[in-house]
């Protein structure tokens, strides 16, 4: 587990642009059960999460089809919430970063850690507005 000195401007990266924190396996349930779209990313210490994930993330709100809502879990801190996103996120196997789309409470567009990394922000935007512009 990492302190919370270190994740707190990582965390920041995402909720001062809107993203809600959830800490808790029922937070997640929470989270999914609400009717319309919802993003969730797993946040991560690791510098593509960094240079890429977040970036990407955060650029990928300014289309103008978004998710109704979004919402982020920190991987290697918030155990128990990371443990029931990934668990709606089988078949694919527990990456961080990682982002997935859900549509009421179904996952409808994942990108996994080998998606991300190594890939350039904006490129990590438009694969998450393309689905934004299919599912939102």
């Given at each position: 587990?990492?302190?919370?000195?270190?994740?707190?401007?990582?965390?920041?990266?995402?909720?001062?642009?809107?993203?809600?924190?959830?800490?808790?396996?029922?937070?997640?349930?929470?989270?999914l059960a609400k009717d319309g779209t919802t993003l969730v990313v797993v946040n991560s210490v690791?510098?593509?999460?960094?240079?890429?994930?977040?970036?990407?993330?955060?650029?990928?709100?300014?289309?103008?089809?978004?998710?109704?809502?979004?919402?982020?879990?920190?991987?290697?801190?918030?155990?128990?919430?990371?443990?029931?996103?990934?668990?709606?996120?089988?078949?694919?196997?527990?990456?961080?970063?990682?982002?997935?789309?859900?549509?009421?409470?179904?996952?409808?567009?994942?990108?996994?850690?080998?998606?991300?990394?190594?890939?350039p922000a904006e490129m990590i935007a438009e694969n998450l507005t393309d689905a934004y512009n299919?599912?939102?």
């Amino acid at each position: 587990m990492y302190p919370a000195e270190l994740v707190k401007p990582m965390r920041e990266d995402l909720t001062k642009v809107g993203f809600e924190e959830l800490y808790t396996a029922a937070d997640v349930e929470s989270a999914l059960a609400k009717d319309g779209t919802t993003l969730v990313v797993v946040n991560s210490v690791c510098g593509c999460a960094a240079a890429n994930a977040r970036p990407g993330a955060r650029m990928s709100l300014q289309n103008a089809k978004r998710p109704d809502h979004i919402v982020t879990v920190f991987a290697g801190v918030d155990k128990e919430a990371v443990d029931a996103a990934r668990a709606h996120m089988v078949p694919f196997p527990p990456s961080s970063p990682s982002m997935a789309l859900f549509k009421d409470g179904e996952l409808v567009h994942m990108l996994e850690r080998h998606h991300i990394e190594g890939r350039p922000a904006e490129m990590i935007a438009e694969n998450l507005t393309d689905a934004y512009n299919e599912y939102c």
